[in-house]
């Protein structure tokens, strides 16, 4: 079967660094996607991986383990305005996007 | 440049009406995508379509239908509404289909 996981919440202080896992088993595999997803808003692209390692991109960071079926999203300096939904999505066999629940990030000040 | 739009951005709608999601992009992607939202679970795929012409059924695609008459245009159609499909829609497209999508901004869409 097809699975993405990735916590339901996290919380952390503003200018600090959290990092977002996520894990997965699918059938196939054509690449990560992270996006984030404001309260009420679309979702909106961050980042694509498809092979390993790590992907810089400002203050927004994104690491694959295609071995591990692991990938994790780094977002550092952390600014209010980054509370939001983490959505982690795997592209499978078929170039359809399996999507996970989403990591909702709370930053306290 | 509007990007991708969805109309309308609300509705409520009683059990058994038709109903139609209407969306539109300017950006000539070859690729679009409905997707339907629910708490606590992942974007899940309704319908598809890789190009003008030509659809494709995702994870869910029960009591939903799609055509694809032109690049722009993509609507989704609800026979028949039943309380179940109360949820958010969002339309998507992408150049083509292993490239990243941009989403429309949703139809909230609550069935009664």
């Known amino acids: 079967g097809q699975n993405i996981d990735q916590p339901t919440e996290m919380t952390a202080t503003e200018g600090a660094i959290v990092q977002i896992n996520c894990t997965y088993q699918?059938?196939?595999?054509?690449?990560l996607f992270w996006y984030q997803q404001h309260a009420g808003e679309a979702p909106t692209f961050l980042s694509y991986n498809v092979l390993d390692g790590l992907e810089e991109k400002g203050r927004f960071s994104s690491f694959l383990s295609r071995s591990k079926g692991y990938s994790y999203l780094l977002l550092k300096e952390l600014q209010m305005k980054d509370s939001a939904s983490y959505l982690c999505a795997i592209m499978d066999s078929n170039y359809q996007l399996i999507w996970g629940a989403g990591t909702k990030l709370i930053i306290k000040p | 440049i509007a990007g991708i739009t969805q109309a309308p951005t609300s509705q409520i709608l009683a059990a058994g009406r038709r109903m139609t999601l209407r969306c539109t992009q300017d950006?000539?992607?070859?690729?679009m995508y409905w997707y339907r939202q629910d708490l606590g679970l992942g974007l899940r795929l309704i319908h598809y379509?890789?190009?003008?012409?030509?659809?494709g059924k995702g994870e869910v695609p029960d009591g939903y239908s799609v055509s694809r008459a032109n690049t722009d245009d993509f609507p989704l159609t609800l026979a028949s509404a039943v309380p179940s499909q109360t949820s958010v829609y969002f339309c998507a497209s992408s150049e083509t289909n292993n490239n990243e999508q941009f989403f429309g901004p949703g139809t909230r869409l609550t069935v009664l």
């Open positions: 379509s890789n190009t003008a012409g030509t659809t």
């Open positions: 699918t059938s196939g595999f054509n690449g």
């Open positions: 950006m000539r992607h070859n690729a």
